[in-house]
């Protein structure tokens, strides 16, 4: 998996292997998914955790490893932030 992170003042380019999604999303702050269910509508705010989040990465390894150079996410806003996650 490739995260690319563009934004002013910030250049990121990480390759994660697949199979180290799980580790790396333990190591994310508790205040980024209380942002996230901040901005998300009430049904779906219960779904924002890490356990939930890591349960779905879990069972979707072998679709992802399936599924290589697919491009999962590609944001572009008008300030010039590019966020793109491929497979």
Do not use: Q, W
């Amino acid at each position: 998996m490739k995260v690319k992170i563009r934004a002013k003042g910030v250049h990121l380019s990480m390759p994660i292997p697949v199979s180290m999604v799980g580790f790396v999303i333990r190591f994310i702050p508790d205040r980024i998914f209380e942002d996230m269910r901040s901005h998300t509508s009430n049904p779906y705010c219960s779904l924002i955790s890490k356990d939930i989040i890591s349960i779905v990465l879990r069972e979707s390894l072998d679709l992802f490893k399936e599924n290589k150079g697919l491009e999962i996410i590609h944001v572009e806003a008008s300030d010039g932030t590019f966020v793109s996650i491929k497979l």
